[in-house]
């Protein structure tokens, strides 16, 4: 039995009626974890186990590390999380509740990801937050679903982070028929490293993140996430930080549930009509959730960037 959950995938009226399109939402947000990571790194951690590891280490800016601490917790695995100071402390605590060690070091996610590599035993597994095969797989679940319940969108609107959601994605769709299907990728502005490879034709690394939404910062995506766009149709859309808040907020509004700004930015595309979204009438957004910000934290993030607008 896997450690996700089929989630929910419902068509938002409220949504559609706003921006005139059939708008899906796949409901990650109410996976265990509170984030689609649950099925990547579920899976992930169910075969290293198999394979012999003794213990979880893993780097993470929160919900991947949530998602470890629980797939730990649940298959009896000692796990130790190592996260950067900008890490939320809700997020950190969520991870100790998991009964995971926590180690606080660095100032950005490569730091942590350098120091929780340094402390590994020949029995521990890595579980890489975003860039392993066996994460996509585990991410795929999610479009075996969405296709077995009948839907096949015109497009998919997810946010990225490291990649790893969109490489699981791209296999999911290659495995059920669905390779047409294009994919707006959606992110932050100061946390783009994606956005910028597209352009550039390689992969870029960022020089810091300075987005607030943290859990989007690997200043660097995975190698196969570039490497899909060039057999994939891609299409790369980078929104502020105000929208992303104010979509999450927007979200909230409409469907009760809250999600963290690097989730938002995803449906910020929606909800402010963006050119890549023209012309398509039935739109999937993947609500990938995130347990980093509560309703508390979103007013107060909205607070401060209206602040700096001078609104």
């Known amino acids: 039995m896997p450690l996700y959950i089929e989630t929910p995938l419902i068509e938002s009226h409220s949504i559609s009626h706003k921006v005139g399109q059939s708008i899906w939402l796949k409901m990650e947000s109410e996976q265990p974890s509170g984030s689609f990571k649950t099925r990547g790194i579920g899976y992930a951690c169910e075969e290293y186990l198999k394979r012999g590891a003794k213990r979880f280490i893993a780097s993470s800016g929160g ?12 298959l009896s695995v000692p796990v130790i999380i190592v996260v950067p100071e ?84 791209i296999e999911g769709l290659k495995r059920n028929g669905g390779a047409d299907v294009p994919i707006i990728a959606v992110e932050t502005e100061g946390a783009d490293s994606y ?7 390689f992969l870029v690394e960022l020089a810091y993140i300075s987005s607030i939404a ?63 979204l023209s012309g398509y009438k039935t739109v999937l957004v993947i609500v990938c959730g995130g347990v980093g910000s509560t309703a508390d934290d979103l007013v107060e993030l909205a607070r401060v960037e209206c602040a700096v607008a001078k609104c």
């Open 86 to 169: 900008t890490a939320s402390k809700r997020a950190v605590n969520l991870m100790r509740l998991e009964s995971a060690e926590v180690i606080v070091h660095g100032k950005s996610l490569d730091e942590a990801h350098r120091f929780a590599l340094s402390i590994m035993q020949s029995t521990d597994a890595y579980i890489h937050p975003f860039d392993d095969p066996l994460v996509w797989r585990g991410h795929a679940s999610l479009i075996d679903e969405i296709f077995r319940a009948g839907l096949k969108p015109d497009a998919i609107v997810l946010s990225v982070g490291g990649g790893g959601l969109l490489c699981g994605v």
């Open 195 to 201: 956005g910028k490879s597209l352009t550039a034709g």
């Open 214 to 276: 943290t859990t989007l910062g690997a200043r660097i995506v995975c190698e196969q996430a570039l490497a899909y766009s060039k057999n994939h149709r891609i299409q790369s859309v980078v929104l502020p930080d105000k929208l992303a808040v104010s979509a999450s907020l927007q979200f909230l509004q409409d469907h009760g549930t809250v999600v963290e700004p690097a989730c938002g930015v995803a449906l910020a595309a929606v909800y402010e009509r963006v050119a890549a």
């Open 63 to 74: 919900n991947a590390g949530l998602a470890v601490a629980f797939a730990g917790r649940c």
